[in-house]
């Protein structure tokens, strides 16, 4: 019998242990599919964001190029287009372009067809652990919506008012993990497909989240999911917010956690409204 | 020196732990029990059958000084068993046998306790990777599940009752290896994978090969806790079909699963609960935790599954090369006491051994 081995410190040792990546690979344990990814960005992406869209991205150099980081943005839009523009910005105007991992709802594990799609093109479910594993031990950047689907289930007449931003959970994670907090703040993804009705038997008999009456949907059939309006998009970077400064596990004191969620919600905020003031055309910004 | 009892010894998994065991000079004794013969052939383990229950396990390890148990019995497959055996294995067995291991006089030091992945179950708010500490979301669904999470309870308030033995759970993934007979590897032998329409679930895999070597390393070692065994890597299930080079068959409906899952059975493909819910959902496991305490694992998830396709292709010469072993009590009985036969022990004396 040999004597009994010294059990690791949590964390570090444990971040040494992660599987190593096989090159044959094409598909990663978190079930991304390069291939699935690269054929919609080719196909799709690109198109929306070069010609559809015509984005404009400010303080790129805001993200790191290394470590985890988390990235928190306001979100809207019917089926949104918000999180796949800021996916491609870091893709075409980063210096060092890394993959984004995107937060999606538990839903989209569930429902048939988006359950493969979802995850194929970086969709992560929103589960804290999660979050943390991809931010701390696998020191990926990550983009959360905290608002949610009252983000983007808020009707046109709402647009760029800002929801509550969930309990918290994303300081949370990011104290967690040690990881700076990234706010984003975009505009045009609430023109690009606004919601101006919600229709709640069909909701219920097709089990989705939600179904809205968009210009195109339903009466376009399900190809009108995807008929987004050509508004201008700016996606603004804004100076992160590290997050290990706040003592030894600053995560227990919840009044902390609140206040930060809070500030970074009225810094988003303050910044749309900023960026609408000096909007004078939805269509060409 | 290690007096070792082995439970469920006529699994594949049970028979290759005491084959390994019997080469580990360090080990004294080994005795194997379970309701069955075993299906491997054993050297110096000696069988001794019991029923299901394992009533009388507690005369068998004072009468032998046993100081580990190796509980490797439990049912992990609703194919193997019926609902009702696998609850007698599973929730009365695992009582019996922590019973027989407990108490002040009780000569065990040490519990090694197989259990499974099926412990965290396949729900849709699952997170993508299960650490030894997490809890299922919800209740278990299935009969076989909450039988297995029953038995780790048990397993739990034993370890809290007994702080003098070293109890280690292993829980696995699901096991994959052409020896092994499981329902996923039988859902992989057929000639298209059946999956369920519009979901393409994570799967992860431990080589049979794997599942005994952490059985070995957590008798030989002391690992205190639970710890997760899996292959690294999760796959998703159009990955595995593409290394088995089979196609893909999205014969179950997302809606009606379970009906079109009995359509099946009538065809001859056996879906069971357990299995539905990983075709769905799939789960993935973090198994850092036992690489950090020290365990190697041969394979990965994608390597597994290329053995086990390689396997596969040669499975029929191989079945009909060696006559299969069969359990002959009298053959055994002699090859093991008859003053006639010549030990290994005593053709090349080894110092070491003693």
């Known amino acids: 019998m040999s004597p009994r081995p010294a059990l690791p410190a949590p964390s570090d040792a444990l971040r040494a242990q992660l599987p190593a990546i096989e090159p044959d690979r094409q598909v990663t344990d978190w079930g991304r599919s390069e291939r699935v990814e690269g054929l919609i960005d080719r196909t799709l992406y690109d198109w929306l964001y070069h010609y559809w869209f015509r984005c404009e991205v400010e303080g790129i150099e805001h993200v790191p190029s290394t470590g985890g980081a988390l990235l928190v943005s306001n979100h809207a839009g019917a089926l949104p287009p918000d999180g796949a523009m800021i996916a491609k910005a870091i893709k075409e105007e980063h210096p060092r372009p890394r993959p984004l991992h995107l937060t999606v709802e538990h839903f989209f594990k569930g429902y048939p067809g988006f359950s493969m799609l979802v995850a194929k093109i970086g969709g992560v479910p929103a589960h804290p652990a999660n979050v943390h594993r991809l931010l701390a031990d696998e020191e990926q950047l990550v983009l959360v919506f905290p608002e949610g689907r009252k983000g983007t289930e808020k009707l046109y007449k709402d647009r760029y008012r800002l929801r509550r931003f969930g309990r918290g959970g994303f300081v949370e994670a990011a104290m967690r993990a040690r990881a700076p907090i990234v706010p984003v703040a975009v505009v045009g993804a609430e023109e690009a497909m606004p919601i101006f009705a919600h229709l709640t038997l069909l909701q219920r008999v097709t089990g989705l989240l939600y179904f809205p009456v968009t210009p195109t949907f339903p009466h376009l059939g399900p190809v009108g999911f995807l008929g987004y309006l050509p508004a201008k998009f700016r996606i603004r970077f804004l100076e992160p917010i590290p997050t290990d400064g706040w003592g030894e596990e600053p995560w227990q004191d919840r009044g902390l956690v609140q206040t930060v969620a809070d500030e970074i919600r009225a810094r988003v905020q303050e910044e749309l409204i900023d960026m609408l003031a000096a909007r004078r055309s939805v269509w060409f910004g | ?354």
Not at chain 2, 125 to 144: C, Q, V, W
Not at chain 2, 215 to 239: C, F, I, K, M, R
Not at chain 2, 277 to 296: F, I
């Open chain 2, 1 to 354: 020196m290690t007096r070792i009892l082995v439970t469920g010894v006529s699994s594949h998994w049970g028979g290759r732990l005491a084959q390994a065991l019997e080469q580990d000079p360090a080990v004294e004794t080994i005795i194997g029990v379970s309701p069955r013969d075993p299906t491997l052939e054993l050297e110096r383990t000696e069988f001794v059958r019991v029923g299901t229950q394992h009533a009388l396990l507690r005369r068998i390890v004072q009468a032998a000084e046993i100081d580990t148990v190796v509980d490797s019995r439990l049912v992990v497959d609703s194919l193997s068993s019926s609902p009702r055996e696998a609850h007698e294995t599973n929730v009365i067995g695992t009582m019996n046998i922590l019973a027989a291991c407990g108490g002040p006089d009780s000569p065990v030091r040490k519990v090694v306790f197989k259990s499974s992945a099926h412990y965290y179950g396949c729900e849709r708010d699952d997170p993508a990777f299960f650490t030894e500490t997490m809890r299922r979301p919800h209740p278990p669904r299935t009969r076989l599940e909450s039988d297995i999470v029953e038995a780790e309870d048990a397993v739990r308030g034993f370890a809290e009752r007994n702080p003098q033995v070293t109890v280690t759970v292993l829980r696995f993934a699901n096991g994959l290896g052409a020896d092994l007979d499981t329902s996923h590897g039988r859902l992989l032998r057929l000639p298209a994978v059946p999956c369920i329409l519009g979901f393409d679930p994570r799967y992860q895999f431990v080589h049979s090969d794997d599942i005994v070597g952490a059985l070995e390393h957590a008798v030989t070692h002391e690992l205190p806790g639970t710890y997760n065994v899996a292959g690294d890597g999760v796959l998703v299930l159009s990955e595995i079909a593409s290394l088995l080079a089979r196609p893909l068959a999205p014969v179950l409906p997302p809606w009606g699963t379970g009906l079109a899952a009995a359509g099946l059975r009538v065809a001859g493909v056996r879906i069971t609960g357990e299995m539905a819910r990983q075709l769905r959902y799939g789960r993935g496991l973090d198994n850092r935790r036992l690489k950090a305490a020290g365990c190697r694992l041969r394979y990965t998830t994608r390597e597994a599954v290329q053995r086990y396709t390689e396997d596969l292709r040669v499975h029929r010469l191989r079945q009909g090369a060696g006559a299969p072993y069969r359990y002959e009590r009298e053959v055994e009985e002699f090859l093991r006491y008859s003053p006639n036969v010549r030990r290994r022990a005593e053709r090349e004396p080894d110092p070491s051994a003693r």
